[in-house]
């Protein structure tokens, strides 16, 4: 069953700008994890947050978490066209349970 | 390159064939995993290998049929597939535990024809 649900589902933004998704989920998690996808090829994994956490970053990428909210943000800060790709969320420890995803667009 | 190969990376069958696809992991993990991807619908977990044992069958079709020889190599067994089993199957590894991230193959893209 699907665990994840990004929101957006589509987002299209200028080189520069800021990007963010937004991932609801439905049970209680021990971490919560973000990957990125290009067009038809593997996911790449980006971050994990663990449950115990609310912030976390990387390089350009800073993730939130509000367990209370079940909720999870990924925000990709001063975006680039190599950024264009799916970003997906995924809960469930070693039987990784993905939402969605939502297809970012960054425009030269 | 994530360390997990997926051959081959394209195949068009037909529905009375039975073709197989292949994936290996030089990580070292204990883990594999088979997913599919369908257009418009979220990843879907199909089987998950935890030191050569099957540990989750996710209600998949028996005309998949999946074998984990080693720890580092996992087929998907193909036969009678149907038009809608196109999809994009991806593989996965991963170290086990309820905190480690797992890769992912490039994919293999499957035309049922």
């Known amino acids: 069953s699907q665990q994840g649900e990004e929101d957006p589902q589509a987002l299209s933004i200028q080189e520069g700008e800021n990007a963010t998704m937004n991932c609801s989920y439905k049970?209680?998690?021990?971490?919560l994890q973000w990957y990125r996808q290009n067009s038809g090829r593997g996911l790449v994994h980006l971050i994990l947050?663990?449950?115990?956490?609310r912030e976390k970053h990387s390089g350009r990428l800073r993730v939130t978490l509000d367990t209370s909210k079940k909720s999870s943000s990924l925000l990709i800060t001063a975006s680039r066209a190599a950024d264009t790709a799916s970003y997906f969320c995924?809960?469930?420890?070693?039987?990784?349970?993905f939402g969605g995803g939502t297809r970012l667009m960054v425009k030269p | 390159e994530t360390g997990v190969t997926q051959t081959p990376r394209h195949l068009v069958m037909g529905m009375t064939n039975k073709k197989s696809l292949k994936c290996e992991q030089h990580?070292?993990?204990?883990?594999m995993y088979w997913y599919k991807q369908s257009a418009k619908k979220p990843l879907e977990l199909m089987f998950v290998?935890?030191?050569?044992?099957?540990?989750e069958n996710n209600s998949v079709p028996s005309r998949f049929s999946p074998e984990c020889p080693n720890s580092s190599h996992l087929f998907l067994h193909l036969h009678t597939l149907q038009p809608e089993d196109s999809a994009l199957y991806l593989c996965?590894?991963?170290?086990?535990?309820?905190?480690?991230?797992?890769?992912f193959g490039q994919g293999t893209r499957l035309t049922v024809v």
């Open positions: 996965a590894s991963s170290q086990g535990g309820p905190n480690t991230e797992a890769f």
């Open positions: 947050i663990r449950s115990n956490e």
């Open positions: 995924a809960t469930g420890g070693n039987m990784l349970t």
């Open positions: 049970t209680s998690i021990n971490n």
């Open positions: 290998y935890n030191f050569k044992e099957q540990t």
């Open positions: 990580l070292g993990h204990n883990a």
